[in-house]
Every structure is written in C-alpha cells, then in structure tokens.
C-alpha cells in the first residue's frame, strides 16, 4: 500500500473515542498518526501501523 502525509486511514479497532479513522503526519521508520474524532496524536512502528490499517479512506492526490 502506498501510504503518504496526508492520507486518511481506516483502522480495524477503533480508538477510544469512537472514531477509527486516522491522518498520517509522518511517515517512515515509525508512523505517527493523529486520530480524527479527538485529534489525539501516536507514534506507531511502521509494521504494527500496516497490519491495523483496514482501507484507505482518503488519499491525497499525487503528482
């Protein structure tokens, strides 16, 4: 999956507010995301990142 900044993921588990889908901020080594419902910010390793996401919700346009 080509995963950029600004892309807008669905994750399989919900977080605690409710919400499941998140923003990528940074990518590489670690992701950090932020989530949409509570803009709660977390660092996650790239392969627990990639095995949580379920689909692409948004994906900003690439050049």
Known sequence: MDLQVGDVVQMKK?????SDQWLILRRGMDFRIRCQ???REVWLPRPKFEKMIKKMVYQVPRD
């Not at 919900?14 to 409710?18: D, E, R, V, Y």
């Open 14 to 18: 919900a977080h605690p507010c409710g």
């Open 37 to 39: 419902g509570c803009e």
